[in-house]
């Protein structure tokens, strides 16, 4: 009997521990211990106040503030982690030699998970630059981008506050830095008003710096924020262009004429210097010396940049070309220009099934006569025809006859812009149409 329960002892013993034996085996072929590389872990720099102290500022290398690590564990917990799973830090305070070119930082890393049993850092160190720390005062500038206030308004002023800032860090990142600009958005603004903007810190190659090189950066303002009080001016339409000359054309010459292309403009500005424009006309004088016509026995045209010749606290609208044509008009003496309508030219030998349209509305013809008698012609008068024989279809220039009254002739011979094309004949189609419903 005691033989028989030692035997069923040993049974049980013998069970239980192929049970635990057969559980070990299954549970490592169904989660077996696995190693796995995880990429692009964020190095955190930790005590950069400790270089500083020294009088000095780092950088990372670039390229080498991320790593991989090489994780151990259960296969149901290495395959769920991600790179935000670990913390990788370099401790400035551990640096072993400063004698080094780049110095190296040991890393240490972490997982969030307790039940990863080994973690290998894939690179030991970071290599960090250390140089000298110097800071630079600078002008901050603003802008709006290619952001635009409501119709009818241009940004007038950008008053930034404060003006200025002092940019400390590396010694090479602030010799790269050409400028600072506050940037702020007034799409649809209608008013004046004060915006909150970010720094922008742009480089000698006029690019925007990276934040791989400003986070070294620090600033006698916080958070690199200004204020910025946008100024809006009021766009006045309708603006004459008025233009003289100086000088005397050549002996037996005169000029009969200055205008500008174009003749009026818009333009923005304070609320005083529109007002100061509108108490002269809304007119803006162009100053005689532009056109000097010493000498001159043709037409003579100059090519200006209108803004040179603006009031102060007048500006022109975004939409509006700074490039304006001045055109002085020089007859011989006894001579004057006339202005005729190119719908009135009499048009001969047109092909059939052919339609003209001029370039231009008005043809300008220079007559010579005795000046009491030219001050007494009418355009009435003037009779132009021009010939279509032989021209075929598309752009083309064409001389013009002109006959005159007795006692006056023609200066110099007149031409036409015009094009000549088929006439569009929608009969046909709109048949087709009204069958087709």
Same mark, same amino acid.
């Given at each position: 009997?005691?033989?028989?329960?030692?035997?069923?002892?040993? %049974?049980?013993?013998?069970?239980?521990?192929?049970?635990?034996?057969?559980?070990?085996?299954?549970?490592?072929?169904? #989660?077996?211990?696995?190693?796995?590389?995880?990429?692009?872990?964020?190095?955190?720099?930790?005590?950069? #106040?400790?270089?500083?102290?020294?009088?000095?500022?780092? +950088?990372?290398?670039?390229?080498?503030?991320?790593?991989?690590?090489?994780?151990?564990?259960?296969?149901?917990?290495?395959?769920?982690?991600?790179?935000?799973?670990?913390?990788? $830090?370099?401790?400035?305070?551990?640096?072993? #030699?400063?004698?080094?070119?780049?110095?190296?930082?040991?890393?240490?890393?972490?997982?969030?998970?307790?039940?990863?049993?080994?973690?290998?850092?894939?690179?030991?160190?970071?290599?960090?630059?250390?140089?000298?720390?110097?800071?630079?005062?600078?002008?901050?500038?603003?802008?709006?981008?290619?952001?635009?206030?409501?119709?009818?308004?241009?940004?007038?002023?950008?008053?930034?506050?404060?003006?200025?800032?002092?940019?400390?860090?590396?010694?090479?990142?602030?010799?790269?830095?050409?400028?600072?600009?506050?940037?702020?958005?007034?799409?649809?603004?209608?008013?004046?008003?004060?915006?909150?903007?970010?720094?922008?810190?742009?480089?000698?190659?006029?690019?925007?710096?990276?934040?791989?090189?400003?986070?070294?950066?620090?600033?006698?303002?916080?958070?690199?924020?200004?204020?910025? $009080?946008?100024?809006?001016?009021?766009?006045?339409?309708?603006?004459?262009?008025?233009?003289?000359?100086?000088?005397?054309?050549?002996?037996?010459?005169?000029?009969?004429?200055?205008?500008?292309?174009?003749?009026?403009?818009?333009?923005?500005?304070?609320?005083?210097?529109?007002? $100061?424009?509108?108490?002269?006309?809304?007119?803006?004088?162009?100053?005689?010396?532009?056109?000097?016509?010493?000498?001159?026995?043709?037409?003579?045209?100059?090519?200006?940049?209108?803004?040179?010749?603006?009031?102060?606290?007048?500006?022109?609208?975004?939409?509006?070309?700074? +490039?304006?044509?001045?055109?002085? #008009?020089?007859?011989?003496?006894?001579?004057?220009?006339?202005?005729?309508?190119?719908?009135?030219?009499?048009?001969?030998?047109?092909?059939?099934?052919?339609?003209?349209?001029?370039?231009?509305?008005?043809?300008?013809?220079?007559?010579?006569?005795?000046?009491?008698? %030219?001050?007494?012609?009418?355009?009435?008068?003037?009779?132009?025809?021009?010939?279509?024989?032989?021209?075929?279809?598309?752009?083309?220039?064409?001389?013009?006859?002109?006959?005159?009254?007795?006692?006056?002739?023609?200066?110099?011979?007149?031409?036409?812009?015009?094009?000549?094309?088929?006439?569009?004949?929608?009969?046909?189609?709109?048949?087709?149409?009204?069958?087709?419903?």
């Amino acid at each position: 009997m005691k033989k028989h329960l030692t035997d069923n002892l040993s %049974l049980k013993i013998m069970s239980i521990v192929l049970a635990i034996l057969v559980w070990f085996i299954v549970v490592n072929v169904d #989660n077996p211990i696995t190693t796995r590389t995880i990429d692009g872990v964020t190095i955190k720099v930790l005590n950069g #106040n400790y270089i500083e102290e020294m009088g000095k500022s780092y +950088s990372v290398t670039e390229g080498r503030d991320e790593i991989s690590v090489s994780v151990t564990g259960k296969r149901s917990i290495v395959e769920k982690l991600d790179a935000d799973d670990f913390t990788a $830090q370099a401790d400035l305070t551990q640096i072993i #030699n400063m004698d080094t070119d780049p110095i190296m930082v040991p890393i240490t890393v972490t997982c969030s998970n307790s039940e990863v049993t080994r973690i290998t850092p894939r690179t030991q160190a970071m290599a960090i630059n250390i140089e000298n720390m110097t800071s630079a005062d600078f002008i901050i500038s603003a802008s709006e981008g290619d952001t635009r206030p409501a119709r009818g308004y241009e940004v007038g002023e950008l008053n930034v506050d404060p003006e200025r800032i002092t940019i400390t860090g590396p010694e090479s990142t602030i010799n790269k830095i050409d400028n600072v600009v506050a940037q702020v958005d007034v799409s649809d603004m209608d008013s004046d008003s004060v915006l909150s903007a970010p720094l922008k810190i742009i480089d000698k190659n006029q690019d925007t710096m990276p934040d791989s090189e400003t986070q070294y950066l620090r600033y006698s303002i916080s958070d690199a924020i200004v204020d910025v $009080q946008v100024v809006l001016w009021k766009v006045v339409s309708e603006i004459s262009i008025s233009a003289d000359y100086s000088g005397r054309p050549a002996s037996g010459y005169q000029v009969s004429e200055v205008t500008t292309t174009p003749s009026v403009i818009s333009l923005a500005g304070s609320a005083e210097a529109l007002a $100061q424009l509108e108490s002269e006309g809304n007119v803006l004088s162009i100053p005689r010396s532009v056109m000097d016509v010493a000498g001159e026995s043709k037409d003579k045209e100059v090519k200006i940049d209108i803004t040179e010749y603006l009031p102060d606290d007048v500006i022109l609208p975004e939409e509006v070309s700074s +490039s304006v044509i001045i055109r002085a #008009n020089i007859l011989p003496v006894g001579s004057q220009e006339f202005q005729i309508q190119t719908s009135n030219i009499m048009v001969n030998n047109k092909p059939g099934g052919d339609s003209v349209r001029f370039k231009n509305e008005k043809l300008s013809i220079r007559i010579k006569g005795i000046e009491a008698e %030219l001050s007494n012609l009418s355009t009435d008068q003037i009779i132009a025809t021009i010939d279509l024989n032989g021209q075929t279809e598309g752009e083309i220039d064409v001389p013009v006859t002109i006959q005159l009254p007795t006692g006056y002739e023609l200066v110099e011979n007149v031409t036409v812009g015009l094009v000549l094309e088929k006439t569009v004949d929608n009969t046909a189609s709109n048949v087709v149409e009204s069958t087709s419903e």
